[in-house]
């Protein structure tokens, strides 16, 4: 196991426990317990945990992890969530992008599409996002136009948020809003770990002709702090095949046009 994915692991373990043993981890991920301590250590100094005798706590930002350790996590199955709905984008059309890595993947696979090219003096695809990351992913390329909301940003997840970006977000339409979540539930709805990111990932999808929630299958069935929005106002999901059949189900019970790649 590399050391980034160890790491995630750590943080993973300390949000399902909330206190882990370094010689019960060590003996659980075939390492030996310095280099458990160690890591752990390192994760303690960028306060994403607090060290105790023998092992560590959680503390509130395990269960919100910054982007750079979210990317390590379920790579595979985002990457294939990623490339299918981008199939969905048709040239000329508004695209609406909210934070996460697998949104993130979704502008990836967007950049790549030699068929999106410019329609003579119309972009071959507007894109609407707060987050910084894809906008500096999609700037560089040329058939895009990218349309960057104002606000505050959040150095967890690269998430621009507060009044600024509701008033650009209150002014546009979009086609297409592909939703990252941190959780979606069939009866509760889609939930993020922050409410100044819930409050805009409303907004746009309020904004938006049809919604499709981007989640690999570790994120359904569950709720989090913040409501994003309900249920009945999202049309569609784009999730991996090794998603758990009955979470599947109520989706497709509560309306959501499902897709597990």
Do not use: W
């Not at 943080?11 to 752990?40: F, P, Y």
């Not at 048709?90 to 993130?104: E, F, R």
């Amino acid at each position: 196991m590399a050391r980034h994915e160890r790491l995630s692991t750590l943080l993973d373990l300390l949000g399902q426990r909330e206190k882990i043993d370094v010689e019960d981890v060590a003996e659980e991920l075939n390492v030996s317990a310095a280099t458990i301590r160690r890591d752990l250590d390192h994760l303690a100094e960028q306060q994403l945990l607090t060290r105790t005798r023998g092992g560590a706590v959680a503390n509130d930002l395990a269960y919100d992890l910054p982007l750079r350790y979210k990317t390590a996590r379920h790579v595979p199955e985002k990457q294939r969530i990623s490339v299918a709905a981008a199939a969905m984008v048709a040239q000329g059309m508004v695209v609406g992008l909210n934070g996460g890595t697998t949104t993130a993947g979704v502008a990836r696979s967007l950049a790549t599409r030699s068929d999106l090219a410019s329609l003579r003096d119309s972009p071959g695809l507007t894109v609407v996002t707060n987050a910084l990351n894809i906008a500096h992913e999609l700037a560089v390329r040329p058939h895009v136009k990218i349309v960057v909301t104002g606000g505050v940003a959040r150095p967890q997840s690269f998430e621009l948020s507060g009044p600024l970006a509701t008033r650009v977000l209150s002014e546009l339409t979009i086609d297409l809003l592909f939703l990252g979540v941190d959780a979606f539930d069939a009866e509760a709805g889609a939930f993020a770990h922050h409410e100044g990111e819930a409050s805009i990932n409303r907004l746009m999808v309020e904004r938006a002709e049809r919604v499709v929630a981007v989640a690999d299958g570790s994120k359904l069935g569950r709720r989090a702090f913040a409501r994003i929005c309900a249920t009945s106002q999202v049309h569609a999901l784009v999730t991996d095949s090794q998603a758990d059949p009955k979470a599947l189900r109520a989706f497709e019970a509560a309306g959501v046009e499902v897709q597990a790649v």
